[in-house]
């Protein structure tokens, strides 16, 4: 056989262009599916890491308002989840309480110039650290975690 023969005998074939194309479209699905695995398990790596600092003691609370809402002595009430919370802020500090009545459930409301939680269905008085003073209230009210970030106000429900 000779030289041109055979180059001619290697020449690819009609149906080798498509063989190479589908290999190539195979290649790309292969490392599309390859990156788009790597991406999914990079990304979640990188959103556990990148907001550490910002995250930090606010983790799992919800931001309820900001400082300058509340005056000293004054409360907020807030819904979160469909749950009523109530917000105090003393000059030292910000109280969150569930803002349900441990006895039949009614809405307490600050009183500002007693300095007292009080429930107005049954006349249930709680202090500022939700102990029961006076009333049918059997326990405490619910007390929830604040934390002030950036002059923000967060309660952990
Ligand atoms: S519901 Fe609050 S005292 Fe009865």
Same mark, same amino acid.
């Given at each position: 056989m000779s030289k041109?023969?055979?180059?001619k005998s290697k020449m690819p074939s009609s149906s080798e262009p498509r063989s190479t194309s589908r290999r190539d479209f195979i290649d790309w699905i292969i490392k599309g599916g390859l990156l788009t695995t790597f991406a999914g398990m990079l990304f979640p790596a990188l959103a556990y890491l990148w907001p550490v600092t910002r995250r930090g003691p606010i983790h799992d609370m919800v931001e309820v308002g900001r400082e300058d809402e509340i005056q000293v002595?004054? %409360?907020?009430?807030v819904v979160l989840g469909g749950s009523a919370f109530l917000v105090v802020r003393t000059p030292t500090e910000y109280k969150a309480f569930s803002a349900v009545c441990t006895h039949l459930g009614c809405i307490v409301y600050w009183d500002s110039d007693k300095k007292l939680i009080i429930c107005p269905c049954h006349?249930?008085?709680f202090d500022l650290d939700g102990r029961v003073v006076s009333g049918p209230p059997p326990r405490p009210l619910v007390s929830h975690?604040? %934390?002030?970030v950036d002059g923000k106000i967060f309660v952990k429900p």
């Open positions: 041109s023969e055979e180059s002595w004054g %409360s907020k009430k006349a249930g008085l975690l604040v %934390s002030i």
